[in-house]
């Protein structure tokens, strides 16, 4: 089993800055894709970026330029630094993890006010 635990969601005007953190612990041998989603209200789960455990990143077009994902293998931490951030960002923040299978963490919330 894999616990994710996502921390750094908040309130922050258009145009501001987040940092979101996901730290895992459990079974985390063998830790390899790594992906932040995100769903907004009535809307389906969307991927926003991933990085694999060597550091190759891949990112939704609407995040691309802004966004940056990144992580530390000996931490078992990924981040998500979110700038020039929009109103249509808002969305409840989701970690995954791939081991022996996907595993997900609660989600934290990010609201952008315009």
């Known amino acids: 089993q894999v616990q994710l635990v996502e921390s750094g969601g908040g309130l922050v005007q258009a145009g501001g800055s987040l940092r979101l953190s996901c730290a895992a612990s459990?079974?985390?041998?063998?830790?390899?894709?790594m992906s932040w989603y995100r769903q907004a209200p009535g809307k389906l789960r969307e991927r926003v970026a991933d990085i694999t455990a060597g550091g190759t990143t891949n990112y939704a077009d609407s995040v691309k330029g802004r966004f940056t994902i990144s992580r530390d293998n000996a931490k078992s931490t990924m981040w998500l630094q979110m700038n020039s951030l929009k109103p249509e960002d808002t969305a409840v923040y989701y970690c995954?993890?791939?081991?022996?299978?996907?595993?997900w963490g609660q989600g934290t919330q990010v609201t952008v006010s315009s």
């Open positions: 459990g079974s985390i041998s063998g830790l390899n894709v």
């Open positions: 995954r993890a791939l081991t022996d299978r996907f595993y």
